[in-house]
């Protein structure tokens, strides 16, 4: 509630962090790649790229009943039946689950034969305390934990650059900083050892 009336006050509060530009750049570009289908998308409290992917059904799945999710439920154990979605969205959510193994599992499990899940994490990130932060992923955790799927395309987002404005850029300084947002997303790199996280495409 603090946090939607000081971004009412505020407006340079809703500008994204160049983190999440960065992202959102590499996401649509995977989103271009998805064929019309039956969509999963996992958390959030309301479907964010609803308008960016292809779909002929489109349900979200939520541990918040107060978010009306279309599925109320754990990511651990969905309750759904096997063979159903073609596309899985799960953006920023494997670093607060307390088993993500588990959990890509399941989303596996609810996938068609060929059907595509597209995930994201953080690798470098100041501590979340809501919802429960758990873990930072690397490209080879990654490669594990997606191991069960027939093809895995990691991505990594952002720079040294990006990742240490990341950490800079928190609490009140933040009314000043996120004006240059868009300019420090921008420095982003292929090959870096220091991203900001990454984007995963899985195909079952």
């Known amino acids: ?11 340079t509060l809703k500008i994204p962090s160049a983190s ?3 992202l959102n750049r590499l ?8 064929k019309p289908g039956i969509v999963l998308e996992i958390g959030g409290s309301y479907s964010l790229y609803k308008t960016k992917i292809p779909f002929t059904k ?3 799945l939520d541990i918040d009943e107060g978010t009306k999710p279309d599925i109320y439920g754990d990511v651990h154990e969905i309750n759904w039946g096997p063979g159903y979605f073609d596309t899985v969205i ?38 979340l305390r809501v919802p429960l932060d758990y873990y930072r992923f690397t490209t080879d955790s990654l ?11 990691i991505y990594p987002h952002g720079s040294r650059i990006q990742s240490a404005w990341q ?18 997303s921008l420095f982003n790199f292929k090959n870096t050892r220091t991203p900001c996280g990454f984007v995963v495409y899985a195909v079952k």
């Open 1 to 11: 509630m603090l946090k939607k009336l000081a971004e009412k006050c505020i407006p």
């Open 20 to 22: 999440r530009i960065s």
């Open 27 to 34: 996401l649509f570009k995977q989103f271009k790649r998805l």
């Open 58 to 60: 489109y349900l979200r």
């Open 90 to 127: 799960a953006t920023e959510l494997l670093e607060h689950l307390y088993d993500p193994q588990k959990a890509i599992n399941e989303i596996k499990r609810v996938m068609k034969k060929g059907g595509v899940c597209i995930a994201s994490t953080r690798f470098i990130q100041h501590y």
């Open 143 to 153: 490669k594990y934990l997606f191991n069960g799927f027939s093809r895995v395309e």
């Open 167 to 184: 950490i800079l850029n928190i609490g009140a300084v933040k009314i000043i900083l996120n004006l240059f947002n868009p300019l420090i």
